[in-house]
């Protein structure tokens, strides 16, 4: 009789019923969340670390593309003066022509000739 007492309260021990939820063979829940929380911290940080240093190229090339805008607007504007100066040239006139004088576009106001002046205003 012992030996079958023995036994069953040894059965009832090591059944999963007889352990209280202290007594778990599972890790703690803090434990867990702790490696959970350290993990996704390190992770933040490298995104953070990589975010500042596409920052940083995008501002470099944005300066690199204004720097090269003014490069190229002020190049732009030497090679058009330096063209005109040498059309003025080969036409054998003495000073820049305008736009429209190029274009064969007449001026929008009309200039003081002798056929619009009336002898009123002369005097």
Not at 23 to 41: A, N, T
């Amino acid at each position: 009789m012992k030996h079958l007492l023995n036994l069953i309260i040894g059965l009832l021990l090591f059944s999963p019923t007889a352990h209280a939820g202290w007594f778990s063979s599972k890790p703690d829940p803090l434990l867990v969340m702790q490696i959970k929380i350290d993990g996704l911290e390190n992770k933040l940080a490298a995104q953070t670390q990589s975010l500042n240093r596409w920052q940083i190229a995008t501002g470099s090339l944005a300066v690199g593309c204004a720097f090269l805008l003014i490069l190229g607007t002020a190049l732009g504007s030497k090679t058009r003066k330096h063209f005109y100066d040498s059309f003025t040239r080969r036409m054998g006139g003495g000073s820049t022509p305008s736009p429209a004088s190029i274009n064969g576009r007449k001026p929008h106001m009309a200039q003081a000739t002798e056929e619009n002046v009336h002898a009123t205003l002369a005097s």
